[in-house]
């Protein structure tokens, strides 16, 4: 069994960062695509960041320049800078990843539980 667990979530004033953290366990072979998605209220999931295993990663348009997201292969962990926040990045953020669980190759998903930010002042 794998688990994805986030971290880092909070509130945060409008122009402020949050550094997010996923982080997974259990029985993992190797992990292919990790992404970030967010859902905000009354608004479909939509997916934020994703990066493969060799550090290539790709945003949506509402935010680039303002938002990095790595990871760490060693250490089975990506995360997400979010620097100059917007009341509009208000949302439950969760981490997506492909996981592989045995050598046949074949890659599973699995999500995190989700945490919360909220851009206020």
């Known amino acids: 069994q794998v688990q994805l667990v986030e971290s880092g979530g909070g509130l945060v004033q409008p122009g402020g960062s949050l550094r997010l953290s996923c982080a997974a366990s259990g029985s993992i072979l190797s992990i292919g695509r990790m992404d970030w998605y967010r859902q905000a209220p009354g608004k479909e999931r939509e997916l934020v960041a994703s990066i493969i295993s060799g550090g290539s990663s790709n945003y949506a348009d509402s935010v680039k320049g303002r938002f990095t997201i790595s990871r760490d292969n060693a250490k089975n962990t990506v995360n997400l800078q979010m620097n100059t926040l917007r009341p509009e990045d208000t949302a439950v953020y969760y981490c997506?990843?492909?996981?592989?669980?045995?050598?046949?190759?074949?890659?599973?998903?699995?999500w995190g539980q989700g945490t919360q930010v909220t851009v206020s002042s």
């Open positions: 997506k990843a492909e996981v592989a669980i045995s050598s046949i190759g074949v890659f599973y998903v699995y």
